[in-house]
């Protein structure tokens, strides 16, 4: 008795969870629609552009005909296996490349002067940025406006861009491209004056080679100080009376520095008597009555240039003139670039490639970064 009343409860259990249990084809009845709309779904990620969001979900459902509540719960499980990317901020759902294009951060704008025939120093710094980008995984953005800097021939002067001019240059660049850019690298050419009217969009923002005094901007500069006490302890060392600053031409920021610069140390090392007053080198004439004045002078004389270009031009023309370096005259350039050393000139060497690589790693800083290189005495044939 007891035993068939087991065995009647058993069999009353086993039917209410055979009446709870889908049928095999119950199952494979839901089982297959949400199948279908899964492959379906892949087949579309396989052509999805990658910078694009997917459909929404009651736009994915009228599409395959299957309930937003399967769109969403299929999406949820496809982005934790990593198959789709969900964006944290606006919450669509994206193939799962967009995640590396969205969080790459945008490129490092460059705003250069033009690279023609004299820009050794310039070609220098953006080696060092493109190094410095590749490092941290950032793309960089090549820009320059010809009105900045123009110097189609290294015979003659540049002509450099007014305050005005740059201020409606940069307000241009800004006003198309700013939104674009994760960075600003900027030329020395570029004026405080000019960058302060833009300095809000200029967030974050380096200043090259030149002293800048701008609040809120980072500034990786040359040491020019310490190259100018180098510069007169060499000269002098070697002999050098007469030490002739040169202007190689007008308008020049980080040129006005160095010249300011030497005076003042001149006066400290108690030779301001050995400073000649600056000369004109911008063109030929200027600098044949340069090598003129020398070749006349009693006095043993060394011109400080602050640009390769013309320090080469002044070394081979004294030559041309019959004038041998050291003997009969001497030329030490300031910037110190590979084409200097390569035409065996005494110079103040700036590594401006590690200049480039710092100012790209001053973008990432939170608050602004200040540094100085100092440069290296490069002692060659033309001291």
Known sequence: ?????????????????????PSIASRRHRGGPERSFADRLQQLLDTAPVDQPLPTTRELGER??????????????????????QHPVNG??????????????????????????GSQLYRELLEG?????????RMMSLWHDELLLNHPDPQEPPVFASVAQQRIILHNFISRHGSGAGGFVLDHAWSDEALAA???????????????????????????????????????????????PVVPFQGDLAIDEFGSVLDSVATELDCRACLAAPAAASRATDRAALLKSVKRSKRR??????????????????????????????????????IAVRSGLSCLRYDFRRLGRLAVDALSSPAP???????????ASST
């Open 198 to 244: 833009e300095k809000e969009a200029l967030t974050p923002a380096v200043i090259l080679y030149r002293t800048s005094s701008l609040p809120g901007v980072s500034n990786i500069r040359a040491d020019l100080r310490s190259g100018a006490f180098k510069a007169l302890a060499h000269l002098l060392g070697r002999g050098f009376d007469q030490i002739i």
């Open 64 to 85: 395959f005909s299957v309930a937003n509540t399967t769109v969403f719960r299929l999406l949820r499980d496809l982005a934790s296996t990593g198959t789709v990317w």
């Open 301 to 338: 004389s060394a011109l400080l240039v602050p640009e390769d270009n013309v320090a080469i031009m002044l070394l081979n023309a004294g030559r041309a003139e019959g004038m041998t370096s050291p003997k009969d005259f001497g030329v030490l350039a300031v910037m110190g670039t590979d």
């Open 129 to 137: 940025v493109s190094a410095g980008c590749g490092a941290h995984q």
């Open 369 to 379: 970064v200040h540094m100085t290189l100092e440069p290296s005495l490069v002692a």
């Open 1 to 21: 008795m007891f035993h068939a009343m087991l065995l009647a409860i058993c069999s009353q259990l086993a039917f209410i969870e055979d009446m709870a249990r």
């Open 92 to 117: 669509r759902y994206y193939p799962a490349a967009a995640r590396a294009l969205f969080d790459r951060p945008k490129p490092v704008a460059c705003l250069f002067r033009r690279l023609e025939l």
